[in-house]
């Protein structure tokens, strides 16, 4: 697979990303790792997730898979959108709220309940959040660390959170901090702190977001988002995403490997062509 450069920093990763937020939604701990080696043996090198994914079970399971690969592995978790300590404790609790959601989306044809997580962008969770990920990650440092899909509202003392943010990156905890979100939130938010957003993740599912980026003179590092369409044939999806992602990360999720073959290859055959 082909290797690609992120601009501005010396992160060098696969052109297909590997996003973990539907791992929780496998229920045995061996399909999940049976999906990330499939992944990685396809060429995958860059693996997102987060704590509010499986509200810990995302990131635990990363770890235990990336122990053994962490030299060969770029790692970008996230802070903002929090996990419930309730459900990362009783996973039960969290499996019985996805089967009410299955059941609505029979009944309703509606895509999910409601549900709109705790946030917290403070300097102290910024710290804590990312020493949580550490440990359940295994290892001593991420690659990237980003704000999880924060608005200008929504930060809080912003200044505090870029010294903190400073810090974890001279402490060698988080090689660079990003922003991930929407295109006009990330612009919003890197225009007022700069410093907060050595890389940008932008969901890139609306028609124009990543030309909003350019327009705004920003680089779009890593993209997500690209294959929400359900009605569009996969390779068409996926050539839109080579086209306007001409040379960043393009992150895809599934929970079936493969799903996952078929998207490698595909990229592979376009970019070849």
Known sequence: MRKVSLKGTSLSTSRLGFGTSGLHQLLRSRKRQDLLATAFDLGVRHFDTSPYYGHGIAECELGRFARNHRGELLIATKFGLKLDPLLARFPWLMYSQLSVNAAQRRITKQNRLA????????????????????????????????????????????????????????????????????????????????????????????????????????????????????????????????????????????????RVAEIAAQLAELERS
């Not at 369409?229 to 393009?250: F, H, Q, R």
């Open 115 to 258: 549900i709109t997580p705790a946030r917290d962008y403070s300097a102290r969770e910024a710290r804590l959040s990312l020493e949580r990920s550490l440990r359940a990650l295994q290892t001593d440092h991420v690659d990237i660390y980003f704000l999880h899909d924060p608005t200008l509202e929504l930060l809080g003392p912003t200044d505090e959170l870029c010294r903190m943010l400073d810090r974890l990156r001279k402490e060698g905890k988080a090689r660079y901090v990003g922003v991930a979100g929407s295109a006009r939130d990330c612009i919003e938010v890197v225009a007022r702190f700069p410093a907060m957003a050595q890389i940008l993740q932008v969901n890139a599912a609306g028609a124009r977001d990543l030309n909003l980026v350019r327009e705004a003179g920003l680089h779009c590092h890593l993209s997500f988002g690209h294959f929400r369409d359900k009605t569009a044939p996969m390779k068409t999806l996926l050539a839109d995403a080579v086209i306007n992602n001409v040379d960043g990360v393009i992150l895809y999720s599934s929970r079936r490997a493969p």
